[in-house]
């Protein structure tokens, strides 16, 4: 059977939680934060942010310019991540309550894998870190130098999309599966990395005030907003126990 080679389809699910890393699963984006205090700082980095969401460049080069203006060893990165960085409010009910009810957990994100893993293990330990399927970009020394030296690392895209990694690639394989199989599917998600996983699930969870809310509104995309993951939380809940349904749950800005 083809579905069975899906990863999160190991325990045959009946719904399939995707989410983005920086900024939904974590209070701040890890790579806004070193791209501000590492790199070519703030005001650089939301130009490029507000090009890719208005249509104006792509994710990927906006973004690997903001990597390549970094010029500090990854392992400095990554522990000035693991001292600024703080988990949102609600993920970590959320991560046992889902683990507990069959609800697979999957990341997908534009950042580099190495970091997200750090800090998953900070936050969650490292057993509870491992058992997340992530799917994002990675990190690779430059020709010659070593990742933990001054300027001796480059990001190294998933796919050839100009997202960087597009994230509709991982989604769209369980929401074609026949009926009967197909797992309701959800998406968290809060900037311009997830405009590429945007249009694939059931529901879409939008961070409220951040920019996939306007993305949504401006192309017409159902979501519903969030806070934190205590709210995502309740309304998964409800529609895994049948409470209430997955369509009348997209209620748009609240
Ligand atoms: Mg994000």
């Given at each position: 059977m083809g579905s069975t080679a899906l990863p999160a389809m190991r325990t045959a699910p009946q719904?399939?939680?995707?989410?983005?890393?920086?900024?939904?699963?974590?209070?701040?984006?890890?790579?806004?934060?070193?791209?501000?205090?590492?790199?070519?700082?703030?005001g650089l980095r939301?130009?490029?942010?507000?090009?890719?969401?208005?249509?104006?460049?792509?994710?990927?080069?906006s973004f690997q310019e903001m990597m390549d203006s970094i010029k500090a060893p990854f392992d400095q990165c990554i522990d000035t991540l693991l001292q600024n960085i703080t988990l949102d409010a609600g993920f970590k009910e959320f991560f046992y309550w889902a683990r507990d009810n069959n609800v697979p957990i999957v990341?997908?994100?534009?950042g580099m894998e190495p970091i997200i893993r750090a800090l998953l293990a900070h936050f969650l330990g490292r057993d509870e870190a491992d058992?997340?399927?992530?799917?994002?970009?990675?990190?690779?020394?430059?020709?010659?130098?070593?990742?933990?030296?001054e300027g001796g690392w480059q990001i190294v895209f998933h796919d050839a999309s100009g997202f960087g990694h597009d994230k509709s690639l991982e989604i769209r394989p369980y929401a074609n599966l026949p009926e009967g199989e197909r797992p309701v599917l959800f998406y968290a998600g809060d900037g311009?990395?997830?405009?590429?996983?945007?249009?694939?699930?059931?529901l879409l969870f939008a961070k409220?005030?951040?920019?996939?809310?306007?993305?949504c509104e401006k192309e017409n995309v159902p979501f519903t907003t969030f806070q934190d993951f205590s709210e995502i939380h309740d309304?998964?809940?409800?529609?895994?126990?049948?409470?209430?349904?997955v369509k009348d749950a997209a209620t748009g800005r609240k």
């Open positions: 719904f399939i939680f995707f989410t983005d890393f920086d900024g939904t699963i974590t209070q701040q984006d890890s790579n806004d934060f070193i791209t501000d205090n590492l790199g070519f700082g703030a939301k130009m490029g942010n507000g090009d890719v969401l208005f249509g104006r460049r792509d994710f990927r080069d990341v997908l994100s534009g058992s997340l399927q992530i799917v994002s970009n990675n990190v690779a020394a430059r020709p010659g130098r070593s990742i933990n030296e311009v990395s997830d405009l590429s996983a945007a249009k694939e699930t059931e409220a005030g951040r920019d996939l809310v306007t993305y309304t998964v809940k409800d529609i895994v126990e049948g409470k209430i349904n």
